[in-house]
């Protein structure tokens, strides 16, 4: 990969972490966002406020299972939750970038471990008829990284117990979009739970949904 390219990505990981505050899909800096360059990954630093943070921060980890674990080369030590970033690189080779983070209504069902069933057709958007809530193990350790690859089985999101949420992308912008995404259909899941519970759609429908999705060309990107 050129210089220039890694560049612009450094600076791309930095414009969505200030998008995710600036939106209220975070706050402070809890979140973190990684994506692949290469046989690497370029990842948010540890505790750097985004406003903050310059390009050359941005850490610099090995995706190569025989690398050293936690290897990382930059100023700054990559966030405490490389693990994940790093182990869902590793294990998807079709995803190209990783968004956490801690937005309002995920996060609220995040902590009563709740998965999000088919209330909308839009959950198709993460790969089937629900997000699933993984379970609960501390931040930053292996044992959260399997949970959460568990939980990521054949989807583009998930709740992590009592922490946040986690959404994947080809592209930085597709894993952006389905945070956002996530956080809205978590927030009409929420609403709805308040008036006696959403009337759910059955897996035809999500199945119809999908197979529309795909007439797009953007693997349910609208």
Same mark, same amino acid.
């Given at each position: ?11 791309? +990981? ?41 390009p050359d921060m941005i850490a610099e980890m090995p995706l190569d299972a025989g690398a050293e674990d936690g290897a990382w080369t930059g100023p700054r030590k990559p ?12 294990? $998807? ?91 809205? +259909?978590? $927030? ?6 308040? +008036? ?25 990107? $609208?």
């Amino acid at each position: 990969m050129s210089g220039t390219g890694q560049a612009a990505d450094r600076q791309a +990981i930095i414009d969505a972490c200030r998008d995710m505050n600036a939106s209220g899909l975070n706050q402070g800096t809890s979140g973190n966002v990684s994506v692949r360059h290469g046989a690497s990954m370029l990842i948010t630093p540890s505790a750097t406020p985004y406003d903050a943070m310059t390009p050359d921060m941005i850490a610099e980890m090995p995706l190569d299972a025989g690398a050293e674990d936690g290897a990382w080369t930059g100023p700054r030590k990559p966030s405490t939750e490389w693990r994940f970033h790093r182990d869902i690189l590793r294990a $998807r080779p079709e995803i190209g970038a990783v968004v956490h983070a801690h937005p309002p209504y995920c996060t609220t069902l995040a902590v009563a471990r709740r998965p999000i069933p088919a209330c909308h057709y839009m959950i198709a958007a993460f790969g089937g008829n629900d997000v699933r809530c993984a379970g609960y193990a501390t931040y930053g350790t292996a044992a959260l990284s399997a949970l959460a690859l568990d939980a990521l089985t054949d989807r583009t999101a998930c709740l992590l117990a009592n922490h946040g949420m986690i959404a994947l992308g080809e592209t930085l912008d597709k894993a952006m979009w389905r945070a956002v995404e996530l956080e809205t +259909i978590a $927030r009409q899941y929420y609403q709805s739970l308040l +008036i006696g519970g959403p009337v759910l759609l059955d897996d035809a429908a999500i199945a119809e949904t999908m197979a529309g999705f795909g007439s797009y060309g953007l693997a349910a990107k $609208r």
